[in-house]
């Protein structure tokens, strides 16, 4: 039985990845529920993060969002039986590959996948899924009648977070990066038959460079500013060194800070975000407040970790199933990949070339 495992053996150097040959699993423990996979989604792996908290190893599982069928569970499991089709994710020091065939995962990090729901789309929506809900509902509390800006809305974070704030009553505007993007987001629409409203009220297409977004954020709410901003990386300062085309479409650190409404929240995910002195008076201003959007943020807090399994991380998941189930969401899937090309797709993802989801199915 193979799996999927990242190697990096120096600093700098480009990861490779290898398919190793496993030892039979080792005997279930208590907690523990046998899973033979059926999808498994592919996401960027920081190894910066991982050795900062000194789970750097040789060789890497790859996969943590999977969904698949029980084969056997431990005896102390209380949530699962043979035959439950499930869907999960692994935890951060996981040392199980989610591209394997068979894998052991502790009944706390699984939730029931509905019938309605293909394994591709349940493996493909959980990692967006919960850092929506982190964003929109954590760190902000999305609700009725705010205005929300998601910045490249046509990403698979960006489509997931643009349903949820829709869903919950709230106003959406949207960068788009390209025309497709620009097509793709002015094409969504809820799941209610016979509603012809798309889902963003407002699509600002970037791709040019000649469109002010703040400008435009500010029209579109009437001078009184957007309450809830989620960015796709900011420009800090105004010459950047990079010089990629995706570097020169992100918006200065300032044009969040003026699009801000009075008690707006700016959700980041700029690890190295800089604020100047008169960066933080104009949001002092405005009483408005920046929170940073870490995928990891729970796995991350010990003291956290069983209010996250428990209270958070459970009703999350089976909630992201329920709005997979009645078509509220709908992730912005690439075509099922075969575990043959994984190597590959996984090397695209860690380059962050891939504009979807990208899945492997069994």
């Known amino acids: 039985m193979k ?19 496993r030892e039979n699993l080792p005997p279930t423990r208590d907690h523990d529920v046998k899973v033979q996979v059926r999808a498994c989604a592919l996401s960027w792996i920081d190894t910066k993060l991982l050795s900062e908290i000194k789970l ?107 349903q949820l704030a829709q869903h919950r009553g709230a106003k959406v505007i949207s960068t788009a990066y390209s025309l497709e993007d620009k097509q793709y987001l002015e094409r969504l629409r ?4 016979g509603i012809r409203q798309p889902l963003v009220a407002r699509v600002i297409d970037v791709s040019n460079g000649k469109i002010d977004v703040a400008e435009s954020c500010l029209e579109e709410t009437g001078g009184l500013g957007v309450d809830i901003v989620l ?3 900011v420009k800090l300062y105004s010459a950047e060194d990079e010089s990629t085309s995706k570097s020169q479409l992100l918006p200065h650190k300032h044009d969040i800070i003026t699009l801000l409404g009075v008690g707006g929240h700016w959700i980041t995910t700029e690890k190295s975000l800089q604020l100047d002195p008169p960066d933080s008076h104009s949001l002092f201003l405005k009483g408005a407040t920046v929170s940073f959007l870490n995928d990891e943020i729970w796995n991350l807090s010990n003291i956290q970790q069983g209010k996250y399994l428990y209270i958070l991380l459970i009703p999350i998941l089976e909630d992201i199933m329920e709005k ?21 797709s996984m090397e695209i993802v ?11 199915q069994f």
């Open 231 to 233: 960015d796709a990386g």
């Open 324 to 344: 997979l189930s009645s078509s509220i969401f709908r992730p912005q899937l690439d075509e099922p990949i075969p575990l043959y090309e994984a190597k590959v």
């Open 350 to 360: 860690q380059k962050n070339q891939a504009r979807k989801r990208q899945v492997i």
């Open 190 to 193: 809820p799941p209610v038959e």
């Open 56 to 162: 750097e190893k040789e060789l890497l599982p790859v996969g943590r969002e999977i969904s698949g069928v029980v084969l056997e569970v431990g005896r102390k499991v209380t949530f699962f039986q043979p035959d439950d089709e499930v869907v999960g994710i692994l935890p951060l020091d996981s040392e199980e590959s989610g591209l394997c065939e068979v894998i052991l995962v502790h009944e706390h990090y699984l939730v029931r996948k509905p019938e309605k729901v293909c394994w591709v789309e349940a493996a493909g929506a959980v990692r967006d899924g919960v850092r929506a809900y982190t964003a929109l509902h954590y760190l902000s509390q999305v609700s009725p009648g705010k205005t929300v800006l998601v910045m490249d809305g046509a990403s698979p974070f960006g489509t997931i977070a643009i």
């Open 3 to 21: 799996a999927l495992y990242c190697q990096q053996n120096s600093p700098g150097e480009e990861m490779t990845f290898v398919f190793q040959e």
